[in-house]
């Protein structure tokens, strides 16, 4: 097993530019999210998906939508980036929605730096 | 609401000092609690975690005890290694509409030969 893998590692865009974050599992989990990694913050929750065809929103949701159209895959698209962007993306997953102790398996993550 | 509060870091030890990462936390109903570590340019991995009051999570010589009365879950290491040095991360999961971990803002640790 691959794990959760993403795309790209790294990624300067310019302010206004659109992008997708690419995150894909090969673990059949059921749950998949997107935190973002600030310095002194730890990591927020973006989006998150219970299965194919349900996304709902996290604590940090605005300028960022997702769509989850496979078990395996869920990607992150910026609309149109932003300076307060710039961060390190992680993507993770869990194979239960239903047990709070299941472990959540994270991506090596995505930096991102917007001018 | 649900918040985890870790100690501010760097903490700078010398190779085989006695490890401690205070975390403590704020949570409605029954949490699990969890500690992940963050090596140099890579992804979150999961350290430990423990799902009930007095359970202890365990791994790679870390220990941490879910006490329910003190709302902690300290992170210990008998003698730290060089290899060890990395980013932690103590996090809660609780029964809600989103399922997400909350994080706190992590402790670097610095381990000198």
């Known amino acids: 097993n691959a794990g959760v893998t993403q795309t790209p590692k790294f990624q300067v865009l310019k302010t206004g530019q659109s992008m997708t974050l690419q995150c894909a599992q090969d673990m059949n989990h059921e749950y998949m999210s997107w935190y973002r990694q600030d310095p002194g913050m730890g990591l927020r929750l973006i989006h998150y998906s219970v299965g194919a065809g349900i996304t709902d929103q996290g604590e940090v949701p605005n300028g960022y939508n997702v769509s989850r159209s496979t078990t395996e895959d869920f990607p992150l698209r910026l609309l149109s980036a932003a300076p307060s962007q710039t961060s390190v993306y992680f993507c993770?997953?869990?194979?239960?929605?239903?047990?709070?102790?299941?472990?959540?398996?994270f991506g090596p993550g995505t930096r991102l730096l917007v001018l | 609401g649900n918040s985890v509060t870790q100690m501010e870091g760097p903490v700078t030890l010398s190779e085989e000092a006695f490890l401690t990462i205070n975390c403590t936390y704020t949570a409605t109903g029954y949490p699990s609690l969890f500690w992940y570590v963050q090596y140099p340019g890579e992804g979150l991995q999961l350290l430990l975690k423990a799902t009930k009051a007095d359970d202890k999570g365990s791994n790679k010589g870390f220990e941490a005890t879910y006490r329910k009365e003190t709302t902690s879950f300290h992170l210990e290491k008998g003698s730290v290694q060089v290899s060890d040095s990395a980013v932690y991360f103590c996090?809660?999961?609780?029964?809600?509409?989103?399922?997400?971990?909350?994080f706190g803002s992590g402790t670097r640790l610095l381990v000198r030969p």
């Open positions: 996090a809660l999961r609780v029964v809600d509409s989103s399922y997400k971990l909350i």
């Open positions: 993770a997953s869990s194979y239960s929605i239903r047990e709070v102790q299941e472990t959540q398996y």
